[in-house]
């Protein structure tokens, strides 16, 4: 009972992620004037302030980690989030708004594939939750890619470039963090989740005077008074406190207590959660290709659940 628990509260923790990280996809239609590094800089340095309160509040869980501890944190944080991001806006930049997230849409299924290398599931029963998750991302994304309208080649392959970057960064974090959590089994989620931000906060402050010189904050110019607060603070503030802290506190319970097949799964309803969302900003309704797509996603999920279920059930039998 206590592991069926365990997995119920594993799933609803990858659902959960999946639901404060797409949006991310639509922040960039809220800041106005301001720019995406404007946007990030600051969900950043207030994701480790939040960070270092839930630390202050939780003195006793995390008083024993070692500098070891920290740094690999500081390094999770860098590859999921700081890193990644930066891959994110190259990719943005050169490959255009259609061609990146497409790229990032196969994140699930890279890090799925990844995780089960090393054994775990059959391969035999993946296929079917792997093909309709590939299939429904694919439907989701290939109007926006077949409506791209082309770019030099240069800029393109540095562009996708950057993508394929965004998408192995991702999948390494996946592991990464996962395998860092297996060795410290006591690990409180909320403590951990905070060592990140803080280590990714620092990562930030650290970028600012490189992105200053290359021009990419519009904060300076636009300033940082009354007009900032509904298109800058307010929404960097909801990403902090809800993708980032939130997000990232729901994929440690979820590290902790599902296989990283089946957490990586669960993580293609972020693409479902991100056009739901960007419809609901756009004011219109998905098209039959989106339907379709979404449709095949929810269902590639509910297939991979009921694989690792039945997997679950036959041990349990055996013992």
Known sequence: MKDSTLSITGISAAVAASLTWSMNFVAPLVIGKYS????????????????ALILIANIKAWRHLTLNDWLVAAGLGFI?????????????????????????????????????????????????????AALGLLLVNGQSIARFEGQSFTTLAIGIGASIAAVALWAWFGLANQKALMKRPGMNAWVWTAMMMIGGSVQTLMFLPA?????????????????????????????????????????????????????????????????????????????????????????????????????????????
Request: proline residues 4%; aromatic residues 12%; hydrophobic residues 60%.
């Open 36 to 51: 995406i590094y404007d946007l990030a800089a600051c969900r950043f340095i207030i994701a480790g302030l939040i960070g």
């Open 80 to 132: 999921g989030y700081v890193g990644y991001f930066i891959a994110v806006i190259i990719a943005s930049t050169y490959a255009g708004p259609v061609i990146a997230p497409a790229f990032l849409g196969l994140v699930p299924v890279v890090l799925a594939i990844s995780a089960n290398v090393h054994g775990g599931m059959s391969w035999r029963l993946l296929q079917v939750p792997f093909a309709l």
């Open 211 to 319: 992105g200053d010189a290359l021009d990419l904050f519009q904060a300076p110019t636009l300033g940082f008074g009354q007009g900032a607060i509904s298109h800058l603070y307010v929404p960097a503030f909801v990403l902090a406190a809800v993708a980032s802290i939130g997000g990232a506190w729901a994929w440690t319970i979820a590290s902790q207590r599902l296989p990283m097949t089946l957490a990586s799964q669960l993580l293609s309803l972020e693409m479902v959660f991100a056009t739901c969302l960007g419809l609901l900003f756009c004011y219109r309704w998905p098209t039959a290709f989106e339907t379709m797509g979404i449709a095949l996603i929810v269902v590639g999920v509910v297939k991979a659940i009921g694989v690792f279920h039945g997997s679950t059930v036959k041990t349990a039998v055996a013992l």
